[in-house]
Nanobody, 117 residues
Framework: QVQLVESGGGLVQPGGSLRLSCAAS????????MGWYRQAPGNKRELVAS???????NYADSVKGRFTISRDNAKNTVYLQMNSLQPEDTAVYYC???????????WGQGTQVTVSS
């Protein structure tokens, strides 16, 4: 079972940038897909971006052109670079990994991102 540890959240002004990191306890090559989800108060958890083990990426329409997901295979780490942040990006961001024969879901503990002036 992979363990995921997120870091990099915080408070940023509108228009600012943050980079989230998700360190996996297993090689990222053993994971089918890694992704970032977010959940704002009163809302459902939603997919923000994902990256497959062959490097294919997918983004929510609301973040296309502003967020970039990437990975460092040597460090077993996935990143989410977030630019041009807006108040509506405020949420708890969770790292997710789908691993194993049944594509089981594993989650990090979450990191708070707050965009406010």
């Amino acid at each position: 079972q992979v363990q995921l540890v997120e870091s990099g959240g915080g408070l940023v002004q509108p228009g600012g940038s943050l980079r989230l990191s998700c360190a996996a306890s297993d090689s990222v090559f053993s994971i089918h897909v890694m992704g970032w989800y977010r959940q704002a108060p009163g809302n459902k958890r939603e997919l923000v971006a994902s990256i497959t083990k062959d490097g294919s990426t997918n983004y929510a329409d609301s973040v296309k052109g502003r967020f970039t997901i990437s990975r460092d295979n040597a460090k077993n780490t996935v990143y989410l670079q977030m630019n041009s942040l807006q108040p509506e990006d405020t949420a708890v961001y969770y790292c997710n990994a789908k691993q194993g024969l049944w594509w089981s879901d594993y989650w990090g503990q979450g990191t708070q991102v707050t965009v406010s002036s």
